[in-house]
T-cell receptor
């Protein structure tokens, strides 16, 4: 079964700092990859997704992620964070060729941006 | 367009009581998922349905949990009897198989359950 690892559990940054959150998955076949964001007290919202094509994916609010197949990674980046980016970020994977539709989520990374 | 709608948003109940959580997926979506979120275990898939049929219920913790989907626009997750360790946020989500956006899953706002 596939699994997702997010090695950074809690990240604290100052406004305007650059962000990179790590995500690694364990599945050798074709995958769909997602980053979701959960603002305090709210539900999960889709930030960006990768299905195929250009491995550099741009999402909402200035976020982007790069799929590196050889490293089984899908790291999330943002060049300059804002206080409003304070939230929990979840990486998720779907193993396409298993036919299974559900996503497997990582444990999440809590981002705290200090003004 | 309305998103995934869940009720109740918050529930506090006593141990041993029955709890029923409800979900209305996005209209036209043919997949429905129930996830549970806790601090200790993160986001766990409990069960998911395709065209109202349960496909994978391996994440359902034990026999106290049951889920049904009587029609395409409604699903329930029931806990009977409830225990304090069931306290969590329960998310319902839905997706459309043949969407151009693939299997993007859209989440409801969650039902925050506290069992005392």
């Amino acid at each position: 079964a596939q699994s997702v690892s997010q090695h950074n559990h809690h990240v604290i940054l100052s406004e305007a700092a650059s962000l990179e959150l790590g995500c690694n998955y364990s599945y050798g076949g074709t995958v769909n990859l997602f980053w979701y964001v959960q603002y305090p007290g709210q539900h999960l919202q889709l930030l960006l997704k990768y299905f195929s094509g250009d491995p550099l994916v741009k999402g909402i609010k200035g976020f982007e992620a790069e799929f590196i197949k050889s490293k089984f990674s899908f790291n999330l980046r943002k060049p300059s964070v804002q206080w409003s980016d304070t939230a929990e970020y979840f990486c998720a994977v779907n193993a396409v060729d298993t036919g299974r539709r559900a996503l497997t989520f990582g444990s999440g990374t809590r981002l705290q941006v200090q003004p | 367009d309305a998103g995934v709608i869940q009720s109740p948003r918050h529930e506090v109940t006593e141990m041993g009581q029955e709890v029923t959580l409800r979900c209305k997926p996005i209209s036209g979506h043919d997949y429905l998922f129930w996830y549970r979120q806790t601090m200790m275990r993160g986001l766990e898939l409990l069960i998911y349905f395709n065209n109202n049929v349960p496909i994978d219920d391996s994440g359902m913790p034990e026999d106290r949990f049951s889920a049904k989907m009587p029609n395409a626009s409604f699903s329930t997750l029931k806990i009977q009897p409830s225990e304090p360790r069931d306290s969590a946020v329960y998310f319902c989500a839905s997706s459309l198989r043949h969407s151009l956006s693939g299997n993007t899953i859209y989440f409801g706002e969650g039902s925050w359950l506290t069992v005392v």
